[in-house]
């Protein structure tokens, strides 16, 4: 996985993401360390699976950066690339059909782990959210893990009730940090 991003501490938050999910890691800060840096993995056989580029970067955008992935020419390995953003899908639909076709995913910050395994899986055509195990059924990925959620807004409970629990988390919501 490649993280792309100029600023420092955005790159670091989403390596720690990445990371929290079992991915091998690299960062570029800006589009053309990410450029210099697959190339020089691809020279040696390796290859991207997913990168995350920042759309906001100086000299380089995200748009810019996918643009020059594609240009490439990595064959059949083109790794799957989502862009994040601080702007909603709305600023999104406002590019090309061409521009939009660089990119398999969209991520609008503030964005968590879950998020970039889903924006993965999304792009790579599989809807299914559990992981496959020898025996053919489903494992829950919190399957069992004891959960403590302090929430005071009531909707915010229920979304998170609901995927948590879907998950196969234990979950006990409180209203606030005192409880």
């Not at 968590?112 to 299914?128: K, P």
Request: net charge negative; no cysteine; aromatic share 4%.
């Amino acid at each position: 996985t490649l993280v792309v991003d100029d600023n420092p501490v955005a790159n670091e938050i989403l390596k720690r993401m990445a990371q929290s999910l079992g991915w091998i890691v690299d960062v570029a800060m800006s589009g053309e360390h990410a450029i210099e840096l697959i190339q020089a993995q691809a020279a040696v056989g390796i290859t991207y699976q997913a990168i995350f580029v920042d759309w906001q970067m100086p000299v380089m955008d995200g748009w810019q950066t996918s643009k020059h992935i594609h240009e490439l020419n990595l064959a059949n390995s083109l790794p799957v690339i989502v862009m994040v953003s601080a702007h909603g899908r709305e600023m999104l639909i406002q590019r090309s059909e061409a521009d939009q076709a660089l990119i398999n995913g969209y991520l609008v910050k503030p964005i968590t782990a879950s998020m970039l395994f889903n924006a993965v899986e999304d792009a790579r055509g599989d809807s299914e959210r559990r992981h496959p195990t020898t025996n053919g059924s489903t494992e829950k990925r919190l399957d069992g893990m004891r959960i403590l959620l302090a929430e005071d807004n009531l909707n915010n409970q229920q979304i998170a009730r609901e995927l948590l629990e879907a998950e196969g988390s234990i979950l006990v919501i409180v209203n606030n940090g005192q409880e």
